[in-house]
């Protein structure tokens, strides 16, 4: 009776054992095909392979956050990243208070700068012209007199002119846009600035 | 000092899984960044769920000191009062318990029968005996495999940390119940607060039923967070139920009685010498002690080597007969 036993647990056993190599498999072949996120992470968020693998979803970052600029991932954003902290510009900015790096329990957000682009900004602003009012009749121009960097000048017809080299992407500029704030049914809620991550934005200065 | 009253553990219980919702919510309402269960605290001070802590250094192949001190302290914490967290903590038996109502979950009669113990069909005596014969005394590669044979939810812990390792992020987190709640609560906020529209908040409720209530058997035959806390609540030696032969009626009558056992979430039988290694289980909710009739089981701080308690101390079968 006991040996039976036995015997059908050292199957199990074997079958359990198979089971963990064929987990191992999929999760090498699963984590060799993971297409990563392209999106704004909280400031000095590592790069994005190393922080999807630290990011436990403890939403620690997002209820710590003063100005509410970050926000969980949807579910249409990504079905792996859902849960994961991004940053949301249409209601509020960064601060770059540092309360996120100081609460994340992994280290998956290190120190940042703000005034030293190469430590680790969260984008980059870029002018829609054919949003940007100043563009479309000349009107606007708040962008330029509220950021609080000095990243974005006034051209002869003061329109806005973003310097990369200062803008840190503390999404300040887009969410006081006044471009299109309101058109909802217009199918689209990009406002006339727009911050967009560090790779997106290479791919448009290509 | 013990506790023989089961109802006012329970209440307790109910108060304490109420405070980490209350917690999450003021979070949220007043950024104080206590966060979710899944990391909890305040400041730069925080405990974490100690697999997402291990998924995270696994996933990323990184030493992380202080994530590491965080999580051995939330594993001694288990090692000196079990699963307490299971019971006291997570909102997945609440949940259970508000859309089930008290239904007993599991078939206790094919969950004795699995583990080779004593049904409600064979007496006390037998099982004791039976044990007695097996010997307790085994091998270490006998009790490793007995763990894995016994319990399922170490082959998906040891699973998950494998995937987890070779895909390079925390996998488990994706489908954890308690993320997923406090997720729905977090994605609810966000929709009425913020205005953030999003599927999730139909999604995440769905594979909670999905998981919770059509599966049934998440807390005892997959959760990998019940088998870590297990692993480390074998040391714990207090605040664990003890029997008082003197009182139960199992040694001092004629009746079967069962009651505590098939109260036991965790299908634990008490009376058997085998309790004192199936307790590792114990999340102490106090279901036994409610269930008991005759209040034979108390829950006290001294250090108990078994579970099983006479007057002087040890089980002797020799009483039964």
Wanted: proline share 5%; charged share 20%; with cysteine.
């Amino acid at each position: 009776m006991v040996d039976e036993e036995y015997s059908y647990s050292r199957r199990a056993f074997a079958i359990g054992c198979s089971a963990l190599v064929a987990c191992s498999a999929a999760g090498f072949v699963f984590g060799s095909n993971l297409s990563y996120a392209d999106v704004l992470r909280p400031p000095g968020a590592l790069d994005e392979p190393d922080f999807f693998a630290r990011c436990i979803r403890c939403y620690r970052c997002i209820s710590v956050c003063p100005t509410q600029v970050i926000e969980p991932m949807r579910l249409e954003e990504g079905v792996l990243d859902i849960r994961t902290p991004e940053l949301s510009f249409q209601d509020s900015y960064c601060t770059y208070c540092d309360l996120c790096r100081q609460v994340c329990p992994t280290f998956a957000i290190g120190t940042s700068d703000p005034y030293d682009i190469s430590s680790g900004r969260i984008g980059v602003a870029v002018i829609h012209e054919d949003r940007c009012l100043a563009f479309i009749d000349n009107s606007c121009g708040i962008c330029i007199e509220q950021c609080p960097y000095e990243a974005i000048t006034g051209d002869d017809l003061h329109r806005p002119v973003i310097d990369e080299n200062l803008c840190n992407g503390c999404g300040l500029c887009e969410k006081i846009c006044p471009s299109n704030v309101s058109r909802s049914y217009s199918g689209s809620s990009i406002r006339g600035v727009e911050i967009f991550t560090e790779k997106r934005f290479e791919e448009l200065s290509e | 000092m013990a506790i023989r009253n089961g109802k006012r553990i329970k209440l307790a219980r109910r108060i304490s899984t109420a405070v980490v919702f209350v917690l999450v919510v003021l979070s949220l309402a007043f950024d104080t960044g206590f966060g979710t269960p899944s990391a909890i605290g305040v400041g730069e001070f925080f405990l974490l769920c100690p697999l997402g802590g291990l998924e995270a250094m696994l996933a990323s192949k990184t030493f992380l000191p202080i994530t590491a001190i965080s999580l051995a302290i939330v594993l001694l914490f288990a090692a000196i009062f079990g699963r307490v967290w299971c019971a006291w903590g997570c909102p997945v038996p609440s949940i259970r318990t508000l859309i089930r109502g008290r239904k007993q979950s599991i078939d206790i009669e094919k969950e004795l029968a699995q583990k080779g113990r004593c049904s409600s069909g064979c007496s006390a005596k037998e099982a004791i005996a039976a044990q007695l014969d097996a010997g307790m005394e085994k091998k270490l590669s006998e009790r490793l495999f007995a763990l894995v044979r016994e319990d399922r939810r170490m082959l998906v812990l040891v699973g998950v940390l494998i995937v987890t390792f070779a895909a390079g992020f925390p996998i488990f987190c994706l489908v954890c119940p308690i993320g997923l709640t406090f997720g729905t609560v977090i994605a609810l906020w966000h929709l009425f607060v913020y205005k953030q529209v999003t599927a999730s908040v139909l999604v995440f409720p769905l594979c909670l039923i999905i998981e919770l209530i059509i599966y049934r058997k998440w807390c005892t035959n997959l959760c990998p967070i019940a088998a870590l806390l297990s692993l480390f609540g074998r040391l714990a030696r207090r605040f664990r139920p003890v029997v008082d032969t003197d009182a139960c009626l199992l040694y001092t009558s004629e009746n079967n009685c069962h009651a505590c056992t098939k109260a036991c979430a965790e299908a634990i039988n008490l009376h058997v010498p085998s309790a004192a290694e199936d307790i590792r289980d114990c999340t102490r909710c106090g279901e036994c002690l409610a269930a008991c009739p005759t209040n034979a089981i108390r829950i006290g701080a001294e250090k108990t080597s078994t579970v099983l308690l006479a007057e002087e101390g040890d089980p002797d079968p020799e009483r039964l007969s």
